[in-house]
């Protein structure tokens, strides 16, 4: 198997072990892998970027632009400023909810991502995943970072089974919020499916 694979988001929202499972599962069916995380003030919401490169075509752990085969992006203006490093047939699933700047409360520019769905809509096979609605049943929307991997490996597209990265988060998740993470994971990948 041969895939390149971004995620981006903000420090807190759970990029790093996203990046860490898909890597781990990848292993696990016995494939080269490269990964590499870009942390920026990330403990102050700053940009994080993981790279994860599966198969013997990667020599180096940095996605070289327009190679990603997709881009999970838990912040619409983080997917819109990865988006160079996607393929022209690559997906982008994106998190709907915007995860507003410190820069926008100095500022009040109404930033609510809108306008960048809107953009990815018209550049790329984009996918819409709305956190809020995804997690509400876990009663917290820190679980996407795994049922964002739900819907990747639901697509058919992440080139992971579903049970392998099932066998990672149990490996990789403290045992208090394991139940309530497989269960975000299980939703992520039904809505994957449709």
Same mark, same amino acid.
């Given at each position: 198997? +041969?895939?390149?694979? $971004?995620?981006?988001?903000?420090?807190?929202?759970?990029?790093?072990?996203? %990046?860490?499972?898909?890597?781990?599962?990848? $292993?696990?069916?016995?494939?080269?892998?490269? %990964?590499?995380?870009?942390?920026?003030?990330?403990?102050?919401?700053? !940009?994080?970027?993981?790279?994860?490169?599966?198969?013997? /075509?990667?020599? %180096? !752990?940095?996605?070289?632009?327009?190679?990603?085969?997709?881009?999970?992006?838990?912040?619409?203006? +983080?997917?819109?400023?990865?988006?160079?490093?996607?393929?022209?047939?690559?997906?982008?699933?994106?998190? /709907?909810?915007?995860?507003?700047?410190?820069?926008?409360?100095?500022?009040?520019?109404?930033?609510?991502?809108?306008?960048?769905?809107?953009?990815?809509?018209?550049?790329?096979?984009?996918?819409?995943?709305?956190?809020?609605?995804?997690?509400?049943?876990?009663? %917290?929307? /820190?679980?996407?970072?795994?049922?964002?991997?739900?819907?990747?490996?639901?697509?058919?597209?992440?080139?992971?089974?579903?049970?392998?990265?099932?066998?990672?988060?149990?490996?990789r998740v403290p045992?208090?919020?394991?139940?309530?993470?497989?269960?975000?994971?299980?939703?992520?990948?039904?809505l994957g499916k449709?």
């Open positions: 198997m +041969e895939k390149d694979i $971004m995620i981006c988001g903000v420090g807190g929202q759970g990029t790093v072990l996203a %990046s860490k499972i898909i890597a781990a599962a990848a $292993m696990q069916m016995g494939e080269t892998v490269h %990964s590499a995380e870009t942390i920026g003030m990330a403990q102050r919401g700053g !940009p994080v970027t993981s790279h994860v490169r599966i198969g013997e /075509r990667a020599y %180096s !752990p940095l996605i070289p632009l327009g190679n990603a085969d997709m881009l999970l992006a838990f912040e619409p203006a +983080e997917a819109v400023r990865n988006l160079q490093y996607l393929k022209k047939d690559g997906l982008v699933i994106v998190n /709907r909810v915007a995860t507003k700047p410190v820069t926008e409360s100095l500022q009040e520019t109404g930033y609510d991502g809108k306008e960048m769905l809107a953009y990815l809509q018209q550049k790329c096979d984009c996918l819409i995943v709305d956190a809020n609605d995804l997690c509400r049943t876990l009663g %917290s929307v /820190r679980y996407f970072n795994i049922a964002i991997l739900g819907v990747a490996a639901g697509t058919q597209r992440l080139g992971i089974e579903a049970e392998t990265i099932l066998k990672e988060i149990e490996n045992a208090r919020f394991l139940e309530k993470n497989k269960a975000a994971f299980l939703a992520g990948l039904q449709n």
